[in-house]
């Protein structure tokens, strides 16, 4: 549905993504995981359009994103920034905003039926009067995902969805976008720095360093050793009640020669 070939892009002179290619399917979570500054934020933004790559191709339903306009792109596409500015706005009128590709005059009953449901999925009900401004920074994180939810769009990108939350908050909104993945069809990118939440969470990993694809593939590419590579720190992987996770080791000297490989742990561990 959404594939970005040779994605090539860079500030004035300096290459910020080099040949990075990714394809996204209905139904499927993609993470983005790197370093920071290893280009997350800057591909989330060349697949939605905001910025143009210098070289490569962005293709969405077999079109390419440069021949679409920004309505067009809305329609399909849903972006979730890194930082959600804060607004004079209601909370359900910044909600209603992900309506706007699809008001053609003034909004419907269905569009406002829409925006209730979105506040109700998010927990923002009792919010829905209130300015955006009045909100705490995971709040206003959540008022972005409910007007990402309004859209209605077939692709949602999302540059760090729980950097701002809790952690009860965390799984809340990693499980409702399992949710619109699996039951909606919904193709789904996003970057993030949690490891352990992509493991639990995606399908699919990819993982720049340096603006280039180090690795890109399904679950079985994440290995000690490949993490080690991309983030610079040395780590084991652990089964603790069936759930894979990761856990740095700090100093590596200390480290026993297994270390590096998957080690099985008992439910009561």
Known sequence: MLRAK??????????ILQGVSISVDRGTITA?????GSGKTTIIKCLNGLLKPWYGVVMLDGESLST?????????VAYV???SYESDLSVFDAVLLGRKPHIKWNPSNIDLEIVSDALRTM????????????LSGGEIQRVALARALAQEAEVLLLDEPTSSLDLHRQLEVMNLLCELAREKGMAIVLSVHDINL???FADKFLL??????????????LT???????FNVPVVMQHVYDQLIVIPIFDARDAKNDERSYIKVGAGA
């Not at 000690?224 to 991309?230: D, R, S, T």
């Open 68 to 76: 679409l306009n920004r309505e067009q792109i809305a329609r399909k």
């Open 32 to 36: 983005v995981l790197g370093m920071n």
């Open 6 to 15: 040779d994605i090539t892009f860079g500030y004035r002179k300096e290459v």
């Open 208 to 221: 720049l360093r340096d603006g280039k694809v180090y690795a890109y593939g399904e679950r079985d590419i």
């Open 224 to 230: 000690p050793k490949l993490i080690e590579e991309v």
């Open 81 to 83: 920034p890194q930082r």
């Open 123 to 134: 927990g923002l009900e009792e919010y829905a009067l209130r300015p955006v401004r009045e």
């Open 198 to 200: 992509a493991l639990r």
